[in-house]
């Protein structure tokens, strides 16, 4: 296991609502990455926080919003949700200086549904 | 551009047969590392190994190996006497040393037969 863990595991919204996922990175890992996994897809890179703030973000609209804590734990929020938003969403822990990533570990994930 | 293709979608073998993953990449980046990950039913990716592009020696762990050819952008993945507990997805992945995110494939579906 990677001491990664994701909460929740399974959550079922509908259409226009929000929701807040939340990630605990494995200890000694100062960043925390999300990816969107639709089904049959490989994980797409939604955005990056390292030291608290975003360090990198992928396609993906504004609202997609996400938070690091100091315990260097995350949130990601998805705003005014839609059907494509379904997907399995994954968070990956890593430790990282200022230039150089390392290898990221990922948790469970949570399975997102949108109806 | 950072691109990793996965041209093998699924993919089935007879237990005890070896089984090779390919796995093709295009970067401009001149460091770069390059990765596999296991995504088993539950879901979550598991970490197999990561190869930097300044060491092209081909490694072997247990029944994995890995061949690491610079020359053509191939990271090829084979698994020897396949068990039915390798079924699983399989991804390969590039990220750049001083990046921040994965690139990933669209993964290889491995399904061993007993």
């Known amino acids: 296991e990677t001491g990664v863990t994701q909460s929740p595991t399974h959550l079922i919204k509908t259409r226009g609502q929000q929701v807040t996922l939340r990630c605990s990175s494995q200890s000694g890992h100062n960043t925390v990455s999300w990816y969107q996994q639709a089904l049959g897809q490989g994980p797409q890179f939604i955005f990056q926080y390292y030291r608290e703030e975003e360090n990198g973000r992928g396609n993906f609209p504004p609202r997609f919003s996400g938070l690091q804590f100091p315990n260097y734990s995350s949130e990601l929020n998805v705003n005014a949700l839609e059907l494509d938003d379904s997907a399995l969403y994954l968070c990956a822990s890593s430790s990282r200086d200022f230039m150089y990533q390392e290898t990221q570990y990922f948790g469970p994930g949570t399975r997102l549904l949108v109806l | 551009a950072q691109k990793v293709t996965q041209a093998q979608t699924e993919i089935s073998v007879v237990e005890k047969e070896d089984v090779t993953l390919d796995c093709v990449y295009e970067?401009?980046?001149?460091?770069?590392?390059l990765f596999w990950y296991k995504q088993p039913p539950s879901g979550e990716l598991v970490f197999l190994i990561r190869r930097n592009s300044f060491d092209e020696q081909n490694e072997i762990s247990g029944r994995y190996s890995w061949n690491f050819q610079k020359s053509t952008s191939s990271f090829n993945f084979t698994i020897t006497a396949s068990q039915v507990v390798d079924s699983a997805v399989y991804f390969c992945?590039?990220?750049?040393?001083?990046?921040?995110?994965?690139?990933f494939g669209t993964g290889t579906s491995l399904t061993v037969i007993p």
């Open positions: 992945a590039l990220s750049p040393t001083t990046g921040n995110q994965f690139y």
């Open positions: 970067t401009r980046d001149t460091t770069y590392y």
